[in-house]
C-alpha cells in the first residue's frame, strides 16, 4: 500500500504543532515548497508576533499589548499613525446583505470603495469585491467576465457583484488547519491575520472565489492608508496570509455601512440586521424573490441577490 500525503488537519490549533504535522506529512522539500511565501513573512515577524496567542485566548491586557505593537509597526513600516479597535459583535445582530441586481448597472465604485477603505495593496489594485458582467438568463458565474470594458450596462447584460458570503456553512472555515479563520456571533467570517499560516485551504474551499492571499506585502501610502481600523478587519495585513471581506466590521459594528454600499450611486446595495423586523433588508426577503449563488452547495450564504 502506497503511502499518500495527507492534509494536515490537527486537533491541536497551534501554529507551531500545524507547521511540525506538515513536515511530517508532506515531507521537508514538499511542504517548503508549498509554504515558500511564508519565508519571507517569517523573516518578518519579531518574537512577540511569533510568539502571540490566537485571537481568542488573548486577555484583554494581551489585546491591548498586541495592538500599540501593532499601530507602532504600521507607523514604523507606513509612516502612518492609525488607531486600531478590537470592535466585537453587537449582541441581538445577524448582519446580512442583499443586492439589487434590476439596478446595479456594473459601474464598479463598489470596488474601488473596498479597495480603499480596507487598505488593499495598490499595486495588485486588489479588493474584495468582484463584479461579473453576465449574460441574461442565467446566475451561473462560469459565464461571467470581470474584465469587461467600455459603457455600462450593455445590452443583454447584467452585473453580478460577489464578494464574501458570510456563509452559515463556511467551507474555509472547516478547512482551517489552525482554526485562523472562524465566524463570530453577528455571522460575519472573520480571520485572525496573526494567526493564520497561509497554507491557502480556505482560499481553496471557498466557491466564491472571495478570499485573496497576501502574496507581497502590501504597498499603501502613508497618505492613504485609512486610519480607522479594527484587528479583525481593515488593518493592514501581512504578507503570507489569506484575507477577505468582513462586510466592513470596522464599521457596521460601529453602527455605520458598509463603505461599498455608501460608494453605490444607484442604491443596489441594501445591508442590515436580519432580526430587526422593522428593518428595510428583512422586507426585502420577506416580500422579493431572492436567490443566493450555488445553492447546491449547501453553504447558506448571508448574502442575497433579487431583481424588481
Not at 40 to 65: I, N
Not at 255 to 263: D, Q
Not at 299 to 306: D, G, R
Amino acid at each position: 500500500m502506497t503511502d499518500k500525503p495527507s492534509l494536515p488537519i490537527v486537533e491541536n490549533f497551534s501554529r507551531r504543532a500545524a507547521v511540525k504535522g506538515g513536515f511530517a506529512t508532506l515531507g521537508a522539500a514538499a511542504f517548503v515548497a508549498a509554504v515558500s511565501p511564508l519565508r519571507q513573512a517569517a523573516s518578518d515577524k519579531s518574537a512577540a508576533e511569533f510568539m502571540q496567542q490566537h485571537y481568542t485566548e488573548l486577555s484583554p491586557e494581551q489585546k491591548a499589548d498586541v495592538i500599540a505593537r501593532l499601530e507602532a509597526e504600521t507607523k514604523q513600516n507606513y509612516g502612518a499613525e492609525v488607531t486600531i479597535g478590537d470592535d466585537r459583535p453587537i449582541p441581538g445582530t445577524k448582519f446580512v446583505y442583499a443586492i439589487n441586481l434590476s439596478v446595479c448597472n456594473g459601474n464598479g465604485n463598489c470596488v474601488e470603495a473596498c479597495h480603499k477603505e480596507n487598505n488593499h495593496d495598490r499595486s495588485t489594485n486588489q479588493s474584495y469585491i468582484r463584479v461579473l458582467e453576465m449574460p441574461m438568463g442565467t446566475m451561473d458565474m462560469e459565464q461571467g467576465t470581470t474584465t469587461y470594458t467600455g459603457a455600462v450596462p450593455k445590452d443583454g447584460k447584467f452585473y453580478l457583484p460577489v464578494q464574501c458570503q458570510q456563509c452559515d456553512e463556511p467551507p474555509c472555515v472547516d478547512v482551517c488547519p489552525v482554526k485562523a479563520t472562524w465566524k463570530e456571533e453577528d455571522g460575519i467570517v472573520v480571520v485572525d491575520y496573526n494567526w493564520c499560516i497561509g497554507c491557502r485551504y480556505c482560499e481553496a474551499a471557498c466557491p466564491y472565489h472571495a478570499r485573496r492571499f497576501n502574496w507581497k506585502k502590501p504597498e499603501v501610502p502613508a497618505e492613504e492608508v485609512n486610519p480607522d481600523q479594527s484587528y479583525l478587519s481593515n488593518r493592514i495585513r501581512p504578507v503570507g496570509v489569506v484575507e477577505k471581506c468582513t462586510y466592513c466590521l470596522h464599521r457596521t459594528r460601529r453602527g455605520k455601512l458598509p463603505a461599498c454600499l455608501e460608494a453605490c450611486p444607484t442604491g443596489a446595495r441594501v445591508f442590515g440586521n436580519i432580526l430587526d423586523k422593522d428593518s428595510n433588508l428583512r422586507w426585502i426577503l420577506e416580500n422579493k424573490r431572492v436567490y443566493i449563488l450555488k445553492e447546491e452547495l449547501g453553504t447558506k450564504p448571508a448574502f442575497f441577490y433579487y431583481f424588481d
